[in-house]
């Protein structure tokens, strides 16, 4: 067997393979003699049928049988001799199968690439950090009191920060853009209509009708919309005052302080704030080290692999791009290749610098994560004794305990300067990220 190896790009790779007649032959009659002991023909008894029979009847079908083994035995056999990390299937296209002529074929694919990094020393990461101050968690406890807000009518203008509810519609050049909103309720300054629509609610009283033209952002999602002039019609049905209610021994034990202790549920507003503030440095660091990674080390990325990350991104979607599928000619689908791309990328980075550090999973840090995840569900015991009846479960917890792992090898190798960060900056960072 011939063989040999053409690089087509950093990561696509061209084998052509040549397998001799005298190998296929001998498998031919191999099968042959095989078959002739098994078959039934008329006029012979069973396993009496001369082999030139034989051969008439079935040996264009054992060709074609033995052809396609051998495609697959040689290429296995190829890409073991020559050490080849498929990152894909292959794409094989037969040259030569007459017989006489032996087997010539081409397989083209993809492969892993090889990974050099560079010096790990040379990263550079701002690592976030931050401290909880007692403006951070009065700010904190504000938030808390605004869910709580009452609200109650007033016979008068309305303010900011007051809450209407409206009734209102939109047209473009005269038509009714979308349906008619009834009984909408808006509180002014939230920011949750088009710039400039609640500042023109602000003096309406109860029983105003008023128009008013708005012109769209440029840049507004709705293409159709963006940048034209729109006039609403709007139906002020009634104006509400909002107040805060008191932070006393009845408001903390709405949030779980059966006490009423006022100075238990600020420790307790803090103690969960910690515990946010540690998961979103945790987040916001690796996704720095990641950043770093990945802008230190370019590597080629085989497109098979992208390829079945977007499938992933994508699968939450599928039922509703199944019921409409011009929803896909709205996704930013060169932006989820991009990601995907990267994901892959820093995959590969980091199962690199496994295995060359011969990083393992804590077992002690494995069975911390179980016990948290754990915690979400009522039962948190069988939980844990369910993830660890199941090795496949358990594999994906070691797999995550160990990626960071690799993170904490990472900030200990690299060049690492802190960077203050403020606490709702912070929060709101993570909420864009996870929106």
Wanted: with cysteine.
């Amino acid at each position: 067997m011939q063989i040999s190896v053409e690089n087509t790009s950093d990561v696509g790779r061209k084998l052509t393979i040549e397998v001799p007649e005298d190998k296929i032959r001998e498998e031919i009659e191999t099968r042959l003699k095989s078959l002739a002991r098994r078959v039934r023909v008329d006029g012979f008894r069973p396993g009496k049928a001369p082999a030139r029979i034989i051969r008439q009847r079935f040996g264009k079908q054992v060709r074609e049988e033995v052809i396609y083994d051998l495609i697959r035995s040689s290429f296995s056999q190829a890409v073991q001799e020559h050490e080849l990390r498929l990152a894909g299937e292959p794409q094989i296209t037969p040259k030569e199968t007459a017989e006489g002529k032996g087997l010539t074929y081409e397989a083209q694919f993809e492969v892993y690439p090889e990974i050099e990094l560079k010096a790990i020393e040379e990263l550079e990461i701002a690592k976030p950090v931050c401290r909880i101050t007692e403006e951070d968690v009065a700010a904190m406890i504000e938030r808390l009191r605004e869910q709580k807000k009452i609200w109650r009518t007033v016979d008068r203008p309305a303010q900011n920060g007051d809450k209407l509810t409206i009734t209102f519609e939109g047209f473009l050049e005269g038509e009714p853009i979308g349906e008619k909103t009834e009984h909408f309720e808006l509180e002014l300054g939230s920011g949750k209509m088009i710039p400039g629509f609640e500042d023109r609610l602000i003096g309406a009283e109860a029983g105003d009708r008023l128009e008013f033209e708005i012109t769209f952002p440029e840049d507004y999602h709705d293409e159709e919309l963006a940048g034209k002039t729109v006039l609403f019609k709007v139906e002020v049905e009634k104006v509400e005052e909002g107040r805060l209610p008191e932070i006393d021994a009845e408001f903390v034990k709405e949030y779980g302080i059966e006490s009423g202790d006022v100075e238990e549920f600020r420790r307790e507003v803090r103690d969960n704030m910690e515990r946010q503030l540690q998961r979103a440095l945790k987040e916001l660091t690796k996704t720095r080290v990641l950043d770093a990674l990945w802008e230190h080390n370019p590597i080629p990325v085989p497109e098979a692999p992208v390829k079945q990350e977007m499938q992933r991104a994508l699968a939450p979607l599928a039922d509703a791009l199944k019921q409409n599928p011009e929803l896909l000619q709205q996704l930013p689908l060169d932006n989820l290749k991009e990601s995907a791309r990267k994901r892959v990328a820093l995959g590969l980075l980091l199962a690199e610098i496994i295995r060359r550090n011969e990083l393992k999973p804590d077992p002690e840090k494995v069975r911390q994560a179980v016990e948290e995840l754990a915690q979400n569900y009522e039962n948190p015991q069988e939980v844990i004794d369910w993830y660890y009846d199941n090795p496949e479960q358990l594999a994906q917890i070691e797999s995550q305990v160990l990626e960071d792992r690799a993170i904490e090898w990472l900030l200990q190798h690299a060049k690492v300067t802190e960077e203050p960060i403020d606490f709702q900056e912070l929060m709101n960072r993570q909420q864009r990220q996870a929106g």
